[in-house]
């Protein structure tokens, strides 16, 4: 068995937190640039600059991207020969998001449903957990926008909808939000499961690094097809019109029943804020 500190699992979480948000991923930087050289539109071609501008902007004077610093969705990979000595491992990620909410000087955007009242310190984080083999704590964590967030869907398609019936539930959630959460976006695709692992399955695929395929053949296959078509749309970077309307599109996988199709869809805006770090 591997000891893991409590202290530092907090401390390592609380970096994890300002780091995304002062600092985008090179993938999400690299995208950008590959998208002003093939935007077709003026005013898409601007946009995209500024959002470029934007990020170094935020890495050099280390300031939020934006202002919306976002509800944290923590995935954990703990291996189960990992003992948390000092503390349990839920506290530890909720000391962990508060601190770095805190001392980043990040927005606290944590309410109660009803009475709108603020938490103060932006917990509690969304924390997904899964034990692994191995003796190793994995945490990755998102800070996800509220904006896009609230443009994502979900929909019980029949088993005879087939894949023809994923894209079009795909394109017409995309092409419905048109502006709103903050194009260029990544989308993310849960297919499968029932109906609550497909939105966690659509929130993890927004973790995997622009650009990397599913390792599931057609879902690879049809990210391709997602990404070509929900370009033509129109709607462009910050919905000014344009060819670059989504940079990224990842689907995750799993079995589901054989009398439902579950398909989730999690919209993310351009600043794709992700990042993990092992302990």
Known sequence: MREIKFKDIVNAIAELCIKINYELDEDVIDSFTKSLAAEKSPVGKEVLELLIENAKIAKDEQVPICQDTGTAVV??????DVIIKGGNLTEAVED???KGYLEGYLRKSMCNPFTR???GDNCPPIIHTQIVPGDRLSVSIAAKGGGSENMSSLAMLTPSD???GVKKFVIETVDKAGPNPCPPLVVGIGVGGNFETCAILAKKALMRKLGEPSKDETAARLEKELLSELNKTGIG???FGGTT???GVHIDVMPCHIAS???AVNLNCHAARHGKVVL
């Open 75 to 80: 995935f954990i990979e703990l291996g189960q």
């Open 162 to 164: 087939g894949i023809e």
């Open 237 to 239: 970077p910050s919905g």
């Open 117 to 119: 009242a603020n938490t």
């Open 261 to 263: 199709f579950p398909v």
């Open 245 to 247: 309307t989504v940079i």
């Open 96 to 98: 962990g998001v508060r």
